[in-house]
């Protein structure tokens, strides 16, 4: 158990409540464990009558009829105090898989970009859910059951030793069995529980890429091939299950059998000492009560060990996450307020996922207010440039200077306020399209929204639809074209206000006409603010106060378009065949 003991200060957080659950426990059972007693009190009654000790009959009807009444109060009563002990415990779970929920998707949300590129996002799903719900079943039912058994074991060996020590020991005689059979089970199970929650995050991830690719499945028309390897996955994951279900179907089987066993004994041996005298008739049922009183909590035993076992590999699961120590940590609480200066020197970036050198000795700068334009072919590293501004990745050699300091100096939150990033991915939530918008300013007013919209050209297509602004978008966007997206993205960075504009080749999806509109409506909004442009095209950053052209990492060229033009190389044989395109 010592993936486990990490949720041990959720049992400290809530020790108060676990603790009144023990003491309601140990009431529900003190009055559970009176029957035994008043049924051999009734045994006893029955038996002097017969045997002709207690003559007077009306006596001996209101002696068993007031006892009766006596072990169904107990059983109400016992009935009560469970139900609070079940109140304490198994909330008590709840809350605490509340708790760990949220510290899971706290910690992966300070996780960087580098960690979701090397893992699946079913596999973090699958980990945030159903491991979880198997370490609550740890804190609640396995607790309250271990709890309940270890109560009446205890309550229930002291009133059979007070009775008989000999016939207590023969009950207990199969108990050795017992446990060595569940150690031996335990070791199985907790094996064979971690390769099934492996193969239901695989599953997971399956499931999750295929609905989100589904377009493309259907577009290439390979449903089929997808449901094989679902299939086949499914398969292998039965069959993980069944593996562990068999392991867990022996331990039933087993308490059931050294339970009779131990009944048999207890009647055995019992009626042997009542032959002889030593006991009464009334001693054997009460043993045999509580041998059967104790069936359940024994035949618990395996369930609660199976439990427990899985909790501790879906734990063990959730502390691989759990102990990655985030790359990009925020250096200071003191705010930090930029202006919008920016200076890389010397800087080079290598992705540790690919080995890929993005960046080779990259030196800029660009000053507050001006705006910063960025052109060069796939994969030369203009999109990484856009990235280290936001620090969403560390640089592997050299400073990037944020207002004259190191940007891992800089509050982390302070500087992700302060930039507006269009990526060049445009990401829509499953949500309406004024909250997507609202997205960059959660407190901004449906005005303001409607104005971001405009700026962004994307307005009067949104006034089009059906519920204009309260239309719902779908999964990552999905009913919208790759232009509106782009534009709605943009309204979302423009109503946040921030000191740094960052637009990373966000007009690629839309018509050379829209881009004008849209460009010329950001040459406004930027004014006094630092703007980083990436593009393909010459037309949307030829009005930029510096141009950076890049080529495998490396800056291959720098300056004003004019100054550009007037340089043989990339910048102007680019102008030259877009401006061809643009004729024909």
Known sequence: MKALQYLNKYLFKYKYRLLIGLVMSICAKAFTLEVPRLIRKMVDIA???????????????????????????????????????????????????????????????????????????????????????????????????????????????????????????????PLPVLSVSIYLLSRTINKRSSLVQQYLSRLTT????????????????????????????????????????????????????????????????????????????????????????????????????????????????????????????????????????????????????????????????????????????????????????????????????????????????????????????AFLFSDTIRNNIRFGLVNANDKAVEQAAKEAYIHHNIIDFSHGYDTYVGERGVTLSGGQKQRLSIARAIIKDPHILIFDDCLSAVDTETEEIILKNLYNISRGKTTVIISHRVSSVKHADKILVLEKGRVIQEGTHEELLKTTGYYKALFEQQLLEKDL
């Open 206 to 425: 399956n499931a999750q890429e295929t609905f989100s690719g589904i377009r493309i499945l259907k577009s290439y028309g390979v449903e089929n091939k997808a449901l094989g390897e679902f299939s086949k996955l499914v398969n292998t994951t039965r069959e993980k299950n069944l593996h562990l279900f068999q392991a867990q179907a022996l331990f039933f089987p087993l308490m059931i059998l050294l339970i009779g066993i131990s009944n048999t004994l207890v009647i055995y041996m019992g009626g042997l000492r009542y032959i002889e005298g030593t006991i009464s008739l009334g001693v054997i049922a009460e043993f045999v009560m509580y041998v059967n009183m104790l069936t359940w909590p024994v035949a618990v035993v395996g369930w609660v060990t199976s439990t427990v076992q899985q909790a501790e590999a879906s734990q063990q699961r959730i502390n691989e996450f759990l102990n990655v120590v985030p790359e990009i940590e925020n250096p200071l609480n003191q705010v930090s307020v930029l202006r919008g200066n920016i200076e890389f020197k010397k800087v080079s970036f290598t992705y540790d996922d690919t080995n890929i050198t993005a960046l080779k000795d990259i030196s800029f700068s660009v000053k507050e207010g001006e705006t910063l334009a960025i052109l060069g072919n796939t994969g030369a590293g203009k999109s990484t440039i856009a990235n280290l501004i936001a620090r969403l990745y560390e640089v592997s050699a050299g400073t990037i200077l944020m207002d004259q300091t190191d940007i891992k100096q800089v509050n982390l939150n302070d500087l992700r306020q302060q930039i507006g990033f269009v990526p060049q991915e």
């Open 47 to 173: 038996e002097n009558y017969h045997q002709g000790i207690s003559t007077d009959l009306l006596l001996v009807k209101r002696e068993l009829g007031f006892t009766l009444l006596l072990i169904i109060g107990a059983a109400l009563v016992s009935g009560l105090f469970t139900f609070l002990m079940r109140e304490m415990i198994i909330v008590t779970s709840r809350l605490i898989e509340f708790d760990l929920k949220n510290e899971i998707y706290t910690h992966y949300q300070r996780l960087s970009l580098n960690f979701y590129k090397k893992n699946r996002t079913g596999d973090l799903m699958n980990r945030i859910s159903e491991d979880v719900s198997k370490v609550r079943m740890y804190f609640g039912p396995a607790i309250m059951y271990t709890m309940n058994t270890v109560v009446l074991f205890t309550v229930a060996m002291v009133k059979m030793y007070q009775i008989d020590v000999t016939l207590t020991h023969y009950t207990l005689l």
